[in-house]
């Protein structure tokens, strides 16, 4: 069983939390490329997923490479 603590998110909020558009978040669910659950006719998006996919993207700068700024 899942556990009670996790915080899901809505569409929306996940909009917010990552800059992506709700319209990809929404294709991802209906592609099933993300974890969700469906509440009804609501979908809402277990925090950890947002969060996991903000930490594959993060991307250190690049230092020391000549590019000046």
């Known amino acids: ?5 996790r915080k899901l998110l809505t569409v929306f909020e996940c909009e917010t939390r990552s800059g992506r558009k709700a319209s ?3 294709r991802d669910i209906l592609l099933r490329r ?3 659950v469906k509440l009804g006719r609501s979908v809402r998006i277990p925090e950890e997923v947002v969060d ?3 930490a594959q993207g993060w991307r250190e700068p690049i230092t020391g490479q000549g590019v000046s700024a």
């Open 1 to 5: 069983m899942a556990k009670a603590s």
């Open 52 to 54: 996991q996919l903000i």
């Open 34 to 36: 993300i974890p969700f």
């Open 24 to 26: 990809t978040w929404r």
